[in-house]
T-cell receptor
Framework: GQNIDQPTEMTATEGAIVQINCTYQ??????LFWYQQHAGEAPTFLSY????GLEEKGRFSSFLSRSKGYSYLLLKELQMKDSASYLC????????????FGKGTTLSVSS | EADIYQTPRYLVIGTGKKITLECSQT?????MYWYQQDPGMELHLIHY???????EKGDLSSESTVSRIRTEHFPLTLESARPSHTSQYLC?????????????FGPGTRLTVL
């Protein structure tokens, strides 16, 4: 089976940097995704990692260590609009290679 | 921008009614998925499909059924809705041709059963 853990809530201020951690246990690992979800809306894709290391995309970066079953999402120069839930998801070989999601981390950005 | 659509966006119905939630995508994706998400909770996979005439149940037990007669269409049906079915239902799709291909989500249907 799969198990994905991430903190429930985090708070930060505008302009700051925040790191959201995710640990996972899965069989047949086939990639790790980060999604952003605003309240009442559908998740939108942020990043993808399948090899160890850092992937950078603008203000967002994501890191993966497969041996440790660990990933983090780094958000820089925080803006108020970054207040949302951030979902860590793992793709496994089973279940139609669907993404299996963690509970998500609710990030609140204040001025 | 992902071309995946869900209707209706919001639905309020009484107990015992039969309902069908529609999901369509115009990207020619083979793999499609249904997730259920209660407010503030995680997404749970309830159904998936590899392609036409393929349907499988996901991790979360669900009383709903799905069909995949056409590539672009993956409707979800509840034969007799109950208050416990109140939730948000999210449809998603991907090409299925490689690990990096992104899973795109539709806007969701928020269902309330009275």
């Amino acid at each position: 089976g799969q198990n994905i853990d991430q903190p429930t809530e985090m708070t930060a201020t505008e302009g700051a940097i925040v790191q959201i951690n995710c640990t996972y246990q899965t069989s047949g690992f086939n990639g790790l995704f980060w999604y952003q979800q605003h309240a009442g809306e559908a998740p939108t894709f942020l990043s993808y990692n399948v090899l160890d290391g850092l992937e950078e995309k603008g203000r967002f970066s994501s890191f993966l260590s497969r041996s440790k079953g660990y990933s983090y999402l780094l958000l820089k120069e925080l803006q108020m609009k970054d207040s949302a839930s951030y979902l860590c998801a793992v793709r496994a070989h089973q279940a139609g290679t669907a993404l299996i999601f963690g509970k998500g981390t609710t990030l609140s950005v204040s001025s | 921008e992902a071309d995946i659509y869900q209707t209706p966006r919001y639905l309020v119905i009484g107990t015992g009614k039969k309902i069908t939630l529609e999901c369509s995508q115009t990207m020619g994706h083979d793999k499609m998925y249904w997730y259920q998400q209660d407010p503030g909770m995680e997404l749970h996979l309830i159904h998936y499909s590899y392609g036409v005439n393929s349907t499988e149940k996901g991790d979360l037990s669900s009383e709903s059924t799905v069909s995949r007669i056409r590539t672009e269409h993956f409707p979800l049906t509840l034969e007799s809705a109950r208050p416990s079915h109140t939730s948000q239902y999210l449809c998603a799709s991907r090409t299925g041709t490689g690990g990096r291909d992104t899973q795109y989500f539709g806007p969701g249907t928020r269902l309330t059963v009275l």
